[in-house]
């Protein structure tokens, strides 16, 4: 019974880390319609931005995170500029293929620079671990989603109460009725980027605080975004938060019965059948 | 039956010729490489390119192919020509059971599904030590025989199939082009709703062109595992592999008949230059340069090489 | 006469939204139905409904005397019942011929015979010269019209149009309008969706009318034109005492 709860509480600290990467995805995605299939990149290259603030600037990387989300945001709204904009009108195949490109392109690149070594960002703040009743946590994992907890709930306030919020949910909702309204919908989808991005970057910084980081840490994490997308229904943030905590669940529970080599498996078969049987996700409208 | 057209000529010239010009075994193994790229890129291109339903997932049936006449060979002796068609048979088994859910979901969505099947058949091959596991399979060497389907001499026969196996997947291409699905395919891919309209059974000739492609891609599959004679699941089943093969018709020309040759004339020959001079450690090198071509591709000319054959032509003046 | 397409008791909701409330008529053989309504009424819907494009919630839809209700688009423009789209739904990076080939391939299976049935539609809709012109690179007018094209390479019983007209200046109307007396003469059956009454009155041979989901009107253009529940519905109500 213990390793249940141990097992459950895990995948709920990986859950939300893993809800908000996917928070930012479909923000994108609901805004404009387009999938970032480099997502996964991106979360790469904001731990590579956490690792080298620690490593170069000697930044724990719960202080160097604001740095590194807005280094994100910035990268975002660069990439939207020269990848997305142009390819806007094109057709899904060329709109496909240039994030895709552009993920492999950012592999790449980390690879040939930072090479393919894994890193650890070691002595930071968070260190050690404590017990709840029977279940004990990394203090690590749980500061970590603690941080994802309150960058989604800034996310969510962003989205519900502010007047740019707003208008990014109009623009999301109808296009062309925002347009009407007199909102810059292209404005909106650079701040779309911004802040998908940004989100990306601080579950990315967030997570540097204990995974390791190297070149293809994205392709997993970046897969599961999807599948966390699909499955709490595309566009929708608070699906995305739910789904990523229910991943993060299933993925830890199927380590512990099945193989572990398995985990992700479950998860992605999890996504087949509810695509099978509610092909708009949980909490998607049909 | 119409006359074989210039391309076609050409294409049957230039592949003579090539190994009398280029007779290293390196360069051989190079067109090699080439021709199979060509015919994968070809047998996606027939679902991807000419129906609209861009497969990330297209490793499986590569695997299938492989895995299958593999396995068929070392337990039941069976001749890899025989297993081949085995292999080739439950690929299109599996694409239509893989497309009834799938190809309900549109664009994106559908690319995202292939490419968590891709993953999880991955992951299952890799596991599964009934065939090997994770250790792979070795195939049984055999004497030098068409029958056997090895080639111990020269590689020149297995330049000699993988040309048959181009020419193979350019014939159906060609044939589906042609034909009533041809048209029905693009119809799809351009609007499946208008599509529907005009009568046209959407799932039915998806799952059509979904069958036809994984049959050829496990036809190369079993190609590859009897020209390496070692297979496992890193090989044959990554994603990695997937996105080279869409990446092969996509570079070319999408919906193209010739565009996944002139993508694997490209592709092929820059990958080995890459790994020629950053050798073995440089291996971020290739990835850079594909991921530079395909954004590069994507954003100024979506059509690929062959539309920008295209444009050149719009370009120069018209004869009267 | 007996009805070649009979709606009965076609009821369609979205959500709180009652798209379609219990409507019910008939189409004769070569008749020309003008079906009206205002904005929302929700033509497009029953549209949608009875060619199998969405799923009715309650009522049957009968064709040639087979109830057909819930047999998919596909199957029912092989059954010869056929529609076009409001927002133009062409093939755009297909040539006209190519789309209008897609068409007749439905009929026949050759492309050679299919495309010499496309060309002839193409001389009929007056798009014989943009034959190899890519879609998307027409006019708007000529996309509906290539669309008008498509579904009559079909060689549909029935055709149904969701307002063909609408959009184009008064000499493209003039010459679709000429269009569909000549399928009528053909024999092809048409139901027509308007909401320019100028167009509908003098071509339809009988007129429905809908609002708010619902038929408020089924009789000739002339009677329909009279009845001031249509003339409210149409014009709202500060009309009635002028007419
Ligand atoms: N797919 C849909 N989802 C939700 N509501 C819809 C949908 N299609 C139509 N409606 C609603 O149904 C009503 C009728 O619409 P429609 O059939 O398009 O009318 P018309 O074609 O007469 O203008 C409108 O209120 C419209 O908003
Ligand atoms: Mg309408």
Redesign the pocket.
Known sequence: MEIVAQTVASGVLLGLILALSAAGLTLIWGVMDIVNFAHGDFLMLGMYASFFAWAVLGLDPLLALPGVVAALGLFGVVVYLGVIRPVLRGSVLAQIFATFGLGILLRGVAQFVFTADYRQIGDTMATGSFAVGPVHLGLPQTIAALGALIVSGLLFALLDRTTVGTALRATAEDRSAAELMGIDTRRMFALAWAVGAGCVGAAAGLLAIYFPIFPDVGAVFGLLAFVTVALGGFGSVGGAMLAGVLIGVVTSVAGLIFDPAYKFTVAYLLYLVVLVIRPQGLLGRA | MPRPGLPVIALVAAALVYPLVFGSPAAINVGVLILLFAALGTAWNLLGGYAGQISFGHAVFFGIGAYTSTVLLKEAGLSPWLGMLAGAALAALAAVLLGVPTFRLAGHYFAIATIVIGEIAHTVVRNLDAIGGARGLFLPILPTSLVNYQFHNSRLPYYGIAFGLYALALAATLMVERRRIGYYLRAIREDPTASRSVGVSVLQYKLAAAALSAALTAICGTFYAQYVLFIDSDSVFPLSLSILIALTAILGGAGRAYGPLLGAGVLVPLSEITRIAFGGTGRGADLVIYGALIVLISVAQPGGIAALGDALRRRLPQPA | MTALLEIEGLTKH??G?L?NDNVSFGVAEGEILGLL?P????????FNCITGFLPPDRGRVRFAGVDVTGRSASRLARDGLVRTF?IVRVFPDLSALENVVIGALLRHGRVSAARRRALEVLEDVGLAARSNVRARDLTTAERKRLEVARALATDPRALLLDEAMSGLNPREVAEAVALVRRLREGGVTIVL?EHVLEVVMPLADRVVV?QEGRAIADATPAAVSRDPAVIEAYLGPQFIERA
């Open positions: 979205f959500g939204v798209a309504g904005n929302g009424a929700g033509k497009t819907t029953l409001q969706v809908l």
